[in-house]
């Protein structure tokens, strides 16, 4: 993990996203252009598209309910999926989670989880296992920015769904991605989040917190 380590600090500014500044990431700053390397560049260096290195709107919105909510997660387990640069995960143990375990199957996720907690001077775990479709030792689930691809969507949506049945609270952060669902959801709270114009169709996103019924 050393390498990727090394690869995120070279390719990465430590600052606040916009919409939740109490927090720091190793964020790819437009300058190094990180996201505009061609793929077979990436692929050659063993690096997948870098979601990891961008705060999306998605979860800039969820960290910031979670910060602003800490009833929501304080004293409880909570899994955050799709973790990326591990913002939310981050957010949930700022906010008074027990344990936050932050899952993703990009293996450079790990590095960057670690590095950005370490930022922020708390603890989380990391699991690149595939959670998806299976039962969930935890208390919360939360997602930001999750249904941006079909295929992915098809599968999270009967998970999601039945996650409450088995008493866990799934709360996703989402700025209409088209793959979000039409049913099942209740609104918590709206929000207009900057974002990156390079990557986005704008300078700000309405972003909304929504919660699986």
């Given amino acids: 993990m050393t ?7 070279a390719n990465t500014a430590l600052i606040a996203p916009p919409h939740v500044p109490e927090i720091r990431l190793h964020l790819a700053d437009e300058a190094h252009d990180l996201w505009h390397r061609t793929e077979d560049e990436l692929q050659a260096i063993g690096v997948e598209p870098p979601f990891w290195a961008f705060a999306w709107a998605g979860g800039q919105g969820l960290a910031r309910y ?77 997602a930001g920015d999750v249904f941006y691809d079909r295929a992915f969507a098809e599968r999270l949506l009967p998970w999601m769904r039945g996650l409450p049945a088995d008493g866990v609270d799934v709360i996703v952060g989402d700025p209409g991605r088209a793959y979000l669902p039409k049913t099942d959801l209740a609104a918590r709270a709206t929000y207009e989040v900057p974002v990156t114009r390079v990557l986005e169709d704008s300078e700000v996103k309405k972003t909304t917190v929504w919660s699986f019924t």
């Fill in 3 to 9: 390498d990727r380590r090394d690869f995120i600090r």
């Fill in 66 to 142: 979670i910060l602003d909510n800490p009833q929501i997660v304080a004293r409880r387990r909570v899994v955050d999926f799709a973790t990326g640069s591990g913002l939310v995960a981050i957010a949930a143990m700022k906010a008074g989670a027990v344990s936050v375990l932050a899952s993703d199957i990009d293996p450079f996720c790990e590095a960057a989880v670690a590095l950005n907690a370490e930022a922020n001077g708390v603890s989380v775990e990391f699991t690149e296992h595939d959670l998806v479709g299976e039962a969930l030792d935890c208390d919360v689930l939360l």
